[in-house]
Each structure stands twice: as C-alpha cells, then as structure tokens.
C-alpha cells in the first residue's frame, strides 16, 4: 500500500521558489490564468460535484469508453489526440456540449500547459501513449520506449506546474499489466510489483516508468496521484494503426496482433485449422472495456483512491485456446465445423501467464468487472465484422 501521508515540506513546495533547472523554474513562463469555465454548485450523477478533468489520448481504444462514463456523470472533459495511431476518426461524444476537444500532441508541453492553465483542470488523466500490437513492441521498441518517456515528461511537468498553481487536485496514471510482465507470483498483487523483476519489453518498462513519475512528483512536490492498471481489454472501437503492416497467419493477412480481433476475422474468413500464436495455453484476463471504463471513473473521482494503484480487471481468467474455442462457436454456431487449431511460432513477448489480484479495487473502491467473456464477444464480434467489410481491421 502506497502511503498517503503528504511528504514533509509539500506545503511549502507548493509554493516554492523557482529552482534553477527544475521544474519550479518554469513557473515564471507558465501561461497567464485565464478565466475558467463557470460551474454552479449542481452535483454530478454520481453525487460528487463535477470536476473538469483532460483526458490525454482522448480518441484511442479505452478513452473511447471512458469518457462517455465521465459525460453522464456532469463532468466538464477536455480531450487531446493528434490522431497519430489510427488516423482522424470520429467519436460520439465529439459533440457533447461539454467535451472539448484540441488537435494536438500530448508531449507538446506548451499545448497541455494552454489547455491545463486556460481550464483549470482539476484532474489530469495521463492516457496518451503509443501502443500498438504485440508485433510493435519488437518493430517500434526504441520508438515506444522514447516518444512515451516524452509524453509522461511532458504530463507531469506541466502537472506540476498545476498543482503549485494551486488548481489541479490529482494525476491518474493510465499504467499497465505489462508491468507485471517478468512476475512470477499468481494471482499478481499491487504490492507484489515491489519485488518484481522490471519488465523485458520496452512498452512494459515504460509503464512501469510512467508509475515512477507518479510517485516521484508526489514524493518531490505533493502532487497526489492514482495509478490504474487495465488488464487485457476487450470492446469495439480497435481498428487498424497506421503503423500495422499485414503479416500471414495461415492462409489469412492480418494487420492487427491483437488477439481477440484477430482470432475473428480468421474465423470469419473461414480458417480451418484455426492459427494460433504459441500454444494457446497462455493465459489472460480479457476484460470488457465498459467495464473496465466504470472502474478507471471509480479510480478518478473517489477519494479513497488518492495516492493509491489498482489492478482493474475480471476475476475470470481464460487462455487463448478457450478463448478462440468460445469465438468459433460464436460464429460457426452449434451444427458448424469442430473446433481445429494449429499453432504458430509466438512472438517473443508474449507473456504466458497474466492472472490478477482485483481484491484491493473490489474491497477499497467496491470496483467489479462482471461482463462475461461471452457477453463481451457479442458486442465485439458484429462490429468486427462490419469492420472487415468496410477495411478499417
């Protein structure tokens, strides 16, 4: 358990003088106040005053979830994303009365600080990342690691500066189950993560970084923070990045290494045998990312959370071999084809247990993912169909 107690001296470091080559030393060129948006004293749905908060990555996979929770509960949501993984798309809530959106790059330390400062943003949601595939972490691994140092470098300076202004209250963490990618200890625990070896993929031990930003900047100037651990997601909205490029799986291109939209569109395609990556013994937690988006909400606005990391996923574990078995039912239906797979040669790091502990989240902030796989896969497997007609996966 991450301690909660305010580091000695934090109050005074509010208010610090600039320090030469730090971060205070920026204060004297932050942006001018101006006025923020005007609030009544309403409540939001879930009865807690609404914040404004910026959600970075505001476009991609989960934030696609998330922020329309965060809409239905009153709160006013700013939203940053140059587009750089799928290409310019369009979200429903783009034109929410109170979403508001800017084009741009979330490591441009002069945007976030405009968008932060002119808004008074209460709570700054750190989701921007470049993430792709499995097969991106061997093709992209210097990329990943470094342009995603300098997006965190850039959401916590730019924090910090918030907090000493006296305005932004927290900064969640959009972490990662790839930190618990070299543990050896099952079902993984928060607080196992101290004695885990780091990560071997530069995406997981960047992630694992982005955490130690969060405590660092607690530790050094008393920003609180939450980190919040997804596990293995699984919704619409995934679609193909511009950086994928078509590998053969069998007889089937694919352009994606995510394996539940790809295990779809093989079937779709009628794959018979089936190809799997590795064994298919490895084992996963895939969790529905509605779900997984009331529980990232939980972590954002309920107090209890404050300084603290959770694991948000299903308690219900599958390994890919079931998981593909669920999904050529799905599609092939009961008088279809017996289930057949062969397997390929897996990627390097692909992990083959990942199994959380979701205790801490169900018994401090009463967070539970219940979507059944198979509930989840409704949803996913029309709309990927759609999407193979339309060429977006």
């Known amino acids: 358990r991450i301690s909660s107690e305010r580091p000695l001296g934090a109050k005074q470091r509010r208010n610090c003088a600039p320090l030469p080559?730090?971060?205070?030393?920026?204060?004297?060129?932050?942006?001018?106040?101006?006025?923020?948006?005007?609030?009544?004293?309403?409540?939001s749905s879930s009865g807690a005053k609404p914040k404004r908060i910026l959600v970075t990555g505001s476009h991609g996979f989960i934030s696609g979830y998330t922020i329309p929770v965060l809409l239905e509960q009153g709160h006013e949501v700013y939203g940053i994303d140059n587009f750089w993984?799928?290409?310019?798309?369009?979200?429903?809530?783009?034109?929410?009365?109170?979403?508001?959106?800017t084009r741009g790059d979330a490591k441009d330390v002069s945007v976030l600080r405009k968008i932060v400062f002119d808004n008074k943003i209460e709570v700054f949601v750190a989701s921007a990342a470049i993430i792709?595939?499995?097969?991106?972490?061997?093709?992209?691994?210097?990329?990943?690691?470094?342009?995603?140092?300098?997006?965190?470098?850039?959401?916590?300076?730019?924090?910090?500066?918030?907090?000493?202004?006296g305005?932004?209250?927290?900064?969640?963490?959009?972490?990662?189950?790839?930190?618990?990618?070299?543990?050896?200890?099952?079902?993984s625990r928060e607080s196992d993560l101290k004695g885990?070896?780091?990560?071997?993929?530069?995406?997981?031990?960047?992630?694992?970084?982005?955490?130690?930003f969060a405590k660092g900047a607690w530790e050094q100037h008393g920003v609180p923070f939450t980190i919040i651990r997804p596990f293995n997601a699984v919704g619409i909205?995934?679609?193909?990045?511009?950086?994928?490029?078509?590998?053969?799986?069998?007889?089937?291109?694919?352009?994606?290494s995510h394996v539940v939209p790809d295990l779809v569109q093989k079937i779709l395609k009628g794959q018979n045998p089936l190809h799997i990556l590795g064994s298919g013994d490895q084992k996963r937690h895939y969790t529905y990312a509605g779900d997984l988006a009331r529980g990232i909400v939980k972590c954002i606005m309920d107090?209890?959370?404050?300084?603290?990391?959770?694991?948000?996923?299903?308690?219900?574990?599958?390994?890919?071999?079931?998981?593909?078995?669920?999904?050529?039912?799905?599609?092939?239906?009961?008088?279809?084809?017996?289930?057949?797979?062969v397997s390929d040669d897996p990627f390097e790091y692909d992990v083959q247990l990942r199994v959380p502990c979701v205790d801490k989240a169900k018994e401090v902030l009463g967070i539970e993912c219940k979507t059944s796989l198979e509930e989840s896969l409704d949803e996913v497997i029309p709309w990927i169909k759609e999407q193979v007609a339309k060429g977006t996966i």
Request: with cysteine; charged share 20%; net charge positive.
């Open 237 to 256: 909205g995934e679609q193909r990045a511009q950086t994928d490029v078509e590998v053969k799986s069998g007889n089937v291109k694919l352009a994606m």
């Open 21 to 43: 080559g730090g971060v205070c030393g920026q204060m004297a060129s932050a942006p001018s106040r101006s006025r923020s948006p005007r609030r009544s004293g309403a409540t």
């Open 303 to 341: 107090p209890r959370a404050r300084n603290e990391d959770f694991n948000i996923s299903t308690p219900v574990g599958h390994t890919v071999k079931e998981l593909a078995e669920v999904i050529w039912k799905k599609i092939h239906g009961p008088s279809g084809p017996p289930f057949n797979f």
């Open 85 to 101: 993984k799928y290409g310019e798309l369009k979200k429903s809530y783009d034109d929410h009365p109170r979403f508001h959106f």
């Open 167 to 187: 305005f932004l209250e927290k900064v969640c963490v959009i972490s990662s189950s790839m930190v618990y990618e070299s543990t050896n200890t099952y079902p």
């Open 132 to 165: 792709g595939g499995i097969s991106m972490f061997h093709k992209l691994a210097y990329f990943l690691l470094a342009e995603n140092e300098r997006i965190t470098c850039a959401a916590f300076d730019v924090c910090v500066e918030a907090f000493q202004a």
């Open 196 to 212: 885990c070896p780091p990560p071997q993929s530069t995406y997981g031990f960047q992630k694992l970084s982005t955490e130690y």
